[in-house]
C-alpha cells in the first residue's frame, strides 16, 4: 500500500468516530505501527485535514474538509436537484415542504413547495432564522464533528431566544438536543421558531457529501400532531433523504 492509499485509509476510519479516536486505536485499525501513523497525522495537522483535540487527545477531521465539501456544494445548483424530491414528499404529505441551508449561524430557507391548505407554513423564501430555533437548523447542525458543533454553539446567543416551551436556554441544553437529534435521525422545531406553527426537519447527504442543507415539513399545530410527525412524516422524511443520497451520489 503506498502512502496515498495510507492516508486515505486512515482518513475513511477517523470519519466514522463523531467524537475522535486516539493514536493507538487508529494504529490498532490501520495495522500500522504508531510512530508511522504519528508522522502521518502531524502531515495532515499541519495541512488542517486533521485536528487533535488537546484535551481529550483524539484526532478528528479538521476544517480543511468543511471548506472542501462548501465549495463542492456551492458549485452545484442544489435548488435544482432537490426539488422534484419535494414535489413529491409534498404530493404525499399534503403539507409545505421547505429547503434550507446554513449560513453561519443561521438557517436561510431557500426553496419552498406549498400545500393545497389555505393555512400553512411562514417560511418564505428567503427568510433567515438563528439556526437553534428551527428544525432545519438543528438537522443540519447535528451532522457536524463535536469539535466544530462546540464552536458554533459556542457563539449563539440564548438570551435572546422567545419564552416558549421547548426553546434551548443554555449551550448545553442545545447540544443535548442535538444529542438526541442525532440518534433519531430528526429533528423538531415546536412553536419555536413561529407561533402556531410545527416543523420536522432531516439533514441532507449530496454527492456523498454530509451537507449544509435540510428538507422539512411544516405546518400548524392544529394539523401537526407530535405522534404523527415522528411516525409518519419522520418516515416520509428519512426515505426522501435516503433518496436523494442515492440517486444524488458519485
Not at 487527545?57 to 436537484?81: A, C
Amino acid at each position: 500500500m503506498n502512502a496515498v492509499d495510507k492516508t486515505l485509509s486512515m482518513l475513511d476510519v477517523i470519519k466514522e468516530y463523531h467524537s475522535g479516536i486516539h493514536l493507538s486505536d487508529l494504529s490498532d485499525k490501520l495495522d500500522m505501527p504508531m510512530s508511522s501513523v504519528h508522522r502521518m497525522l502531524a502531515s495532515l495537522v499541519r495541512y488542517g485535514y486533521i485536528f487533535q483535540n488537546k484535551e481529550t487527545k483524539r484526532y478528528h477531521l479538521g476544517y480543511k474538509f468543511l471548506e472542501m465539501s462548501r465549495y463542492v456544494l456551492d458549485n452545484i445548483d442544489v435548488r435544482t436537484l432537490v426539488k422534484p424530491y419535494m414535489y413529491d414528499l409534498v404530493d404525499r404529505v399534503k403539507e409545505a415542504c421547505h429547503l434550507a441551508i446554513l449560513v453561519d449561524r443561521d438557517v436561510v430557507f431557500v426553496d419552498r413547495m406549498d400545500s393545497s391548505y389555505s393555512i400553512t407554513a411562514n417560511q418564505k423564501i428567503g427568510l433567515r432564522c438563528p439556526a437553534y430555533l428551527t428544525a432545519s437548523g438543528k438537522a443540519i447542525l447535528a451532522g457536524y464533528p463535536d469539535y466544530e458543533l462546540q464552536r458554533i454553539i459556542s457563539r449563539f446567543d440564548f438570551s435572546q431566544a422567545p419564552a416558549l416551551t421547548g426553546t434551548p436556554r443554555t449551550a448545553e441544553d442545545f447540544y443535548e438536543e442535538l444529542m438526541r437529534v442525532r440518534e433519531l435521525g430528526y429533528a423538531i422545531d415546536d412553536e419555536e421558531a413561529e407561533a402556531g406553527g410545527r416543523c420536522i426537519a432531516v439533514a441532507l447527504q449530496i454527492y456523498g457529501i454530509t451537507s449544509r442543507f435540510a428538507i422539512s415539513i411544516s405546518g400548524p399545530i392544529t394539523r401537526m400532531d407530535r405522534e404523527y410527525m415522528e411516525t409518519a412524516l419522520a418516515r416520509e422524511l428519512k426515505e426522501t433523504s435516503s433518496l436523494i443520497h442515492r440517486d444524488l451520489s458519485p
